[in-house]
């Protein structure tokens, strides 16, 4: 069944919103008692024009915030490759600026010779483990989709799993694989109603209840024992210096 032209761009009417509400437990809606809303980057990994993973992603955006969050889409067009020499293109700082923001991420790529997109690697690539002190992806939630010309595969979700591992991400179990992607979109590109689509509600609900409930812990869960004792002796390097200078 074809979606309806929508004259609100987040409407929804496939969702019901009893089932909506029923996210929480007893329906309650927890994202609306934090002191903000939970913040969730986009990526998507195609630049053509009619880009089915961008659709999707616009969609997986709608139903975020159906679910409380709050979105940001990233546009890779214009993004340079991966160039040290390019780490302060307007594109990149805008990227990483984003990643720092978010509390939780999807990503989203068409499957391309068994694998993630270049567009999307090289987002990824772009965003580096540590800025200094900070690290930009530590901690942070992540659900990975993909999208296929044929049938349906995991080769590009598996991948991006094993990258969100490698960023110290905390990847939710769910995920989505829309086959014949060309057939689950109206020309208006909204998905249609079915088995797919409520598959990415699903995994759209499981992030926001992720990202909820480990958030006010991320920095416990990342603390690690090896960091603890490299930032420890450093410090007591430091004091030794110290030390030392004002023996002199």
């Known amino acids: ?16 919103d009893e089932y909506v509400e029923a996210a929480f437990p007893g329906g309650f809606d927890l994202c609306a008692q934090l002191d903000h809303a939970p913040r969730i980057l986009l990526l998507y990994g195609s630049l053509r024009e009619q ?18 969050a709050e979105t940001r889409i990233f546009d890779p067009r214009g993004l340079p490759l991966p160039d040290p020499s390019q780490s302060e293109h307007p594109k990149v700082r805008e990227l990483r600026e984003l990643s720092l923001w978010s509390e ?6 068409p499957e391309l010779h068994g694998a993630m997109s270049g567009v999307l690697k090289s987002q990824i690539d772009w965003i580096p483990l540590a800025l200094g002190s900070i690290r930009p992806t530590q901690g942070r939630t ?16 598996n991948g991006m799993r ?14 989505s694989s829309v086959p014949k992607v060309w057939q689950e979109f109206d020309e208006q590109g909204r998905m249609k109603r079915s088995a797919l689509y409520d598959r990415v509600v699903d995994v ?19 603390n690690r024992y090896s960091e603890r004792r ?19």
């Open 162 to 175: 094993v990258l969100g591992r490698w960023m110290r991400m905390i990847t939710i179990p769910n995920q």
């Open 204 to 222: 759209m609900e499981e992030l926001v209840k992720f990202t909820v409930l480990t958030r006010e812990h991320a920095d416990y869960l990342v």
């Open 230 to 248: 490299e930032q420890g002796e450093a410090a007591s390097a430091a004091v030794r210096d110290i030390l030392a200078r004002a023996s002199d």
């Open 1 to 16: 069944m074809s979606v309806p032209e929508l004259t609100d761009p987040d409407g929804l009417p496939q969702l019901e």
């Open 104 to 109: 939780g991420q999807v990503w989203c790529s």
């Open 51 to 68: 880009s089915y993973s961008r659709y999707l992603v616009e969609e997986a955006a709608r139903l975020l915030r159906r679910f409380g």
């Open 142 to 157: 992540l659900a990975v989709m993909q999208v296929s010309g044929g049938s349906q595969s995991f080769n590009a979700v």
